[in-house]
């Protein structure tokens, strides 16, 4: 079920998409290891400078790029400017959904409700895709398991993962989906839940490693609302982001929708080296105005 995008104006807080640019500084040997660090850095650089370009739902990841009214009419940019967009945007992209490839397609800019916005619209046999990418490359290195049941005990009731969002927040939280992948790369999974306590309107994601410990809450959401069922109905864990590497540094990206007042916000967390970025320790979200 989508949010009917064509009557919202979009207010979307996006947290930094995290290039690596982490140089390797051990000592040159031998000519052919100055040769292989060499075309490492022309890799690298290549990298930097023509970085992938990810679309999430048809909205573009770079903000400042989201930001700009390149379809306005009455506001709009000057026409080398929009020239300039469709001709970045304006392309094939490699599209994804819940860790598979779907296929590549051609994306086309376009104007959404009254020309409040853009997004990037695909054919409509692929509209399915949650993210698109203009690049080749593995935005899957590990594999997510994801399940519904039959969790690991901490995530069960009396868990420890669940005992520290319990007291936390002080609900009876339970878990509904469990997504579990090394985001990082250093041989242990992390887990990303989807935990609910209906009576007292609560659902959160949260980030837990693999000590069991909550490393951050992704969302939390707590307040009385006519929609809750509604709204933890769309913000499952599968049909409302990706686990997926948008930027080709083989750090898998965290990329959520999360409910807001009439509308959505896009977040993309990142969890590298022990330490979480791109987002509070807690990310409250709301619909109240
Ligand atoms: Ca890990
Ligand atoms: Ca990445």
Same mark, same amino acid.
């Given at each position: 079920?989508?949010?009917?995008?064509?009557?919202?104006?979009?207010?979307?807080?996006?947290?930094?998409?995290?290039?690596?640019?982490?140089?390797?500084?051990?000592?040159?040997?031998?000519?052919?290891?100055?040769?292989?660090?060499?075309?490492?850095?022309?890799?690298?650089?290549?990298?930097?400078?023509?970085?992938?370009?990810?679309?999430?739902?048809? #909205? +573009? =990841?770079?903000? /400042?790029?989201?930001?700009?009214?390149?379809?306005?009419?009455?506001? @709009?940019? $000057?026409?080398?400017?929009?020239?300039?967009?469709?001709?970045?945007?304006?392309?094939?992209?490699?599209?994804?959904?819940?860790?598979?490839?779907?296929?590549?397609?051609?994306?086309?800019?376009?104007?959404?409700?009254?020309?409040?916005?853009?997004?990037?619209?695909?054919?409509?046999?692929?509209?399915?895709?949650?993210?698109?990418?203009?690049?080749?490359?593995?935005?899957?290195?590990?594999?997510?398991?994801?399940?519904?049941?039959?969790?690991?005990?901490?995530?069960?009731?009396?868990?420890?993962?669940?005992?520290?969002?319990?007291?936390?927040?002080?609900?009876?939280?339970?878990?509904?989906?469990?997504?579990?992948?090394?985001?990082?790369?250093?041989?242990?999974?992390?887990? #990303? +839940? =989807?935990?609910? /306590?209906?009576?007292?309107?609560?659902?959160?994601?949260?980030?837990? @490693?693999? $000590?069991?410990?909550?490393?951050?809450?992704?969302?939390?959401?707590?307040?009385?609302?006519?929609?809750?069922?509604?709204?933890?109905?769309?913000?499952?864990?599968?049909?409302?982001?990706?686990?997926?590497?948008?930027?080709?540094?083989?750090?898998?990206?965290?990329?959520?929708?999360?409910?807001?007042?009439?509308?959505?916000?896009?977040?993309?967390?990142?969890?590298?080296?022990?330490?979480?970025?791109?987002?509070?320790?807690?990310?409250?979200?709301?619909?109240?105005?």
């Amino acid at each position: 079920m989508k949010l009917s995008k064509a009557y919202l104006a979009i207010i979307i807080l996006l947290c930094g998409i995290w290039l690596c640019g982490c140089g390797d500084s051990s000592e040159t040997t031998t000519d052919d290891t100055a040769v292989e660090q060499t075309k490492q850095s022309a890799d690298d650089s290549q990298k930097e400078s023509n970085p992938p370009i990810a679309i999430y739902r048809g #909205l +573009a =990841l770079d903000i /400042d790029d989201r930001n700009v009214d390149v379809e306005g009419v009455d506001e @709009g940019v $000057d026409e080398s400017t929009r020239e300039k967009f469709h001709e970045k945007y304006n392309r094939e992209y490699y599209l994804y959904s819940d860790g598979t490839f779907l296929g590549k397609a051609q994306g086309k800019m376009e104007a959404i409700g009254y020309y409040a916005y853009w997004q990037i619209t695909f054919p409509d046999t692929y509209n399915n895709e949650e993210v698109a990418i203009s690049h080749d490359y593995d935005p899957y290195p590990r594999e997510n398991t994801y399940t519904n049941a039959d969790f690991p005990k901490e995530f069960n009731i009396g868990g420890t993962v669940l005992a520290q969002v319990d007291k936390q927040f002080s609900v009876n939280a339970q878990t509904k989906e469990l997504s579990s992948v090394d985001l990082d790369g250093d041989g242990k999974n992390e887990y #990303l +839940a =989807l935990l609910l /306590d209906k009576g007292s309107n609560f659902f959160a994601k949260c980030l837990v @490693g693999s $000590d069991f410990k909550v490393i951050a809450f992704i969302t939390a959401f707590k307040e009385e609302s006519d929609y809750f069922d509604n709204l933890i109905s769309h913000y499952t864990l599968q049909d409302s982001g990706e686990i997926i590497d948008v930027n080709n540094d083989g750090i898998m990206e965290i990329l959520v929708e999360l409910p807001h007042y009439e509308l959505f916000t896009i977040k993309l967390f990142t969890y590298k080296n022990g330490t979480f970025s791109g987002g509070d320790f807690i990310t409250m979200t709301s619909i109240q105005p």
